[in-house]
């Protein structure tokens, strides 16, 4: 199973399970929030505005939370998320999910390397 659907299907068990926040909005406020049930990895569409990108990488940053950027596009991604229109970010708050999420990332990462 290639990297991206390994992290839709992670993300599809976080949508199911409640432990993800759908919008760049909703997911800064949750990473803001710094509660124990936060943002742990943030996955963001191939073609999210330049605004949101900066705004969640800023953010990100300085909160320290992942980043995944994905290959699918905001209409893909809402549709593989059960979101009725087009979804540029969402929020995995899930421990167990967001690391699984994360290694899968590394690992795509280093074979292409």
Do not use: P
């Amino acid at each position: 199973m290639n990297s991206e659907r390994k992290i839709m299907s992670l993300a599809g068990i976080s949508r199911k399970a409640g432990k993800m926040t759908l919008g760049s909005e909703k997911t800064l406020e949750s990473i803001r929030s710094r509660k124990q049930n936060s943002v742990k990895v943030i996955l963001m569409a191939s073609d999210a505005s330049d605004n949101t990108r900066k705004k969640i990488n800023n953010c990100a940053g300085f909160y320290g939370v992942a980043v995944v950027n994905l290959e699918t596009d905001k209409a893909t991604f809402g549709q593989k998320m059960g979101v009725f229109g087009e979804l540029s970010v969402a929020g995995i708050s899930d421990s167990g999910l967001a690391s699984a999420i994360i290694n899968s990332d590394n690992n795509e990462k280093n074979e292409q390397a």
